[in-house]
């Protein structure tokens, strides 16, 4: 059997990732660079083009052997159109379309979808989600995103919108968020967040917190217990509307701490009647920065 | 071109309805009696035979003529095995087989369904919902039903376990609930719930509350406001995760009352970023009883 092969590229508001990927989700070959939003579109789009270029090289894979190029990008985004709709994190890239951009400068077929997607994508196809086709997945980062996956589709909303779960409310007397809510989710666990309460305790930001948390500090221990109670209730919100097999925290602002959080949800969510409790998992991710890579090149492949 | 016809039944705690229903959703007889759950399941049984003859007569139609019987029985039910698994409402039904006892008894194909789902896919065929494929609606009553269609079809979660949106937390500070949580939705907004508010406030119960909110009651409006802003966080949930066109409020308990509590949420979700407000329908449900009838007969037709 021919070896099907795609680019999947990975955008966030930090750092760009380029990768050579197999169907089966083996990276052979990446690149990372800054996303660097200031320089503008036009220039991340030519790095872009040179990463795809190097990457296939070090591949040793010609451009006419990949299917096509698959892109997450931090959202929201337009996936039917292409075009990149992300006022907060990539002001100068709005309104942009980033499909035609690619397929114009590279000749190839390309995708776009919503990063939190791809990264669900990727731990269903490579990671901790492997053949699980019913699975809710957050990423824990600046901000709080998320993606749905229904039998093994990934679930939009009305008009195929991409669900906020991020924003679903948690506690009515939570912190204003830009969303116009209070207590939403976001605004009780982001790395952002996080950093809220840090400073009301003199810590400089969420990196300090779980710095100051594993020394045993009493108060970022508490702070992190409160995240961990916020969390649980969002879990305990997805259990009971999407009700899915499994729940994956993933993210990289609480990289070395999601085990904490891991833990602390199967404390929490202990003796709810209406979750079956024996046969949901809370996992979680596996593939780290890796996941979105891989399920950008995975829409390739099932278009 | 032949018409479909079927029977249709919808059991509550209080009251079984059993109608003789054609495809379009038209019921062209009827008849209701007293679920009467202390004279058990096998009087139940047969007086639900007996009216299933009843409205044929009526409706002056043969056994022969309709192509199944579709049961909404109050929930949980295990629709695969056609089983009762309420130990709530239904305590002397437990573990009882719905479908065997009618199929043996009548002769006829039976298809046992969540009452809320027969409720919700009434409103689908011919209520509210009509042509409207992705739809939550919640059933406000004694406690809080809920059910999701997405795509024309009933959504379930893991298992195929009906998802129980009533018990979806809201607030961390709210009362307990038999689910194991504070604060769920159930726990603050059903007709229960407004009885334990009105207790507090020297009034009877829900329908006292109710009755001194049209007399202008300052507290007892300040409760309906107060289960309204619960209302009103529990759709921004639904909005931040199925993300439905519409959502329908329904329930016998809340009957006079729901256009408020429409009106309600439709004020407190106003400037909600992530919620596409002007495209969303918030509504109430339009076939009130008759609705679970109508869907339980459509299961007939959709197997």
Known sequence: MRERKAIGIDIGGTRIAVGAVHMAGIITAKKTFPTNPQAGFNNAMEQIRVAVKEVLFEADWSLDEIEGIGVGCTGPVNTDLGVVENCFTLPSWQGKNLVAALEGGMGKKTYLENDA?????????????????NVVMFTLGTGVGSAVLIGGQLYRGMEGEHPELGHMPIDPEGPECYCGQTGCLESLVSGGAIGQWAEACAMADSHEVFAQASKGSEAALQILDMVARHISRALSVVFHTFLPEMVILGGGVMEGERGRFVQAVHENLHGFEFIPLQRVRVEQAQLGNDAGMIGAAYTVFTD
Do not use: F, S
């Not at 669900?120 to 492997?130: D, K, N, T």
């Open 117 to 133: 997607n791809t990264a669900l994508l990727g731990e269903y196809i490579a990671g901790v989600a492997r053949d699980v086709g």
